[in-house]
């Protein structure tokens, strides 16, 4: 069974930073894609940010700049350290992989609560 297993999340004061964490069991870790998205209360789940198997990255527009997206092949870990956190970034956090294109495997999520 491939799992990904996200932690690191909590609650947290405006301007704060924590550090995600995303471990996959899957023994081809290193040639899937990997991403961070969110999901607030009430709203769609959006995209946070993405890292290929070739170490590509990409950010959405509302976290560059404060958000980092890594990850360890090593380890079978991507990370996703978030910097300056604002109340908007309240959000259940998910990890999710994909080889082909389409995002085929998710973690159950991390909360991570912001105040003000």
């Known amino acids: 069974q491939a799992q990904l297993v996200e932690s690191g999340g909590g609650l947290v004061q405006a301007g704060d930073s924590l550090r995600l964490s995303c471990a996959d069991s899957?023994?081809?870790?290193?040639?899937?894609?990997m991403a961070w998205f969110r999901q607030a209360p009430g709203k769609e789940r959006e995209f946070v940010a993405r890292?290929?198997?070739?170490?590509?990255?990409y950010y959405a527009n509302s976290v560059k700049g404060r958000f980092t997206i890594s990850r360890n092949n090593v380890k079978s870990t991507v990370y996703l350290q978030m910097n300056s956190l604002k109340p908007e970034d309240t959000a259940v956090y998910y990890c999710?992989?994909?080889?082909?294109?389409?995002?085929?495997?998710w973690g159950q999520g991390t909360q991570v609560t912001v105040s003000s």
């Open positions: 899957r023994r081809t870790f290193s040639t899937y894609t």
């Open positions: 999710a992989a994909t080889m082909t294109g389409t995002y085929d495997f």
């Open positions: 890292i290929t198997w070739g170490g590509s990255i």
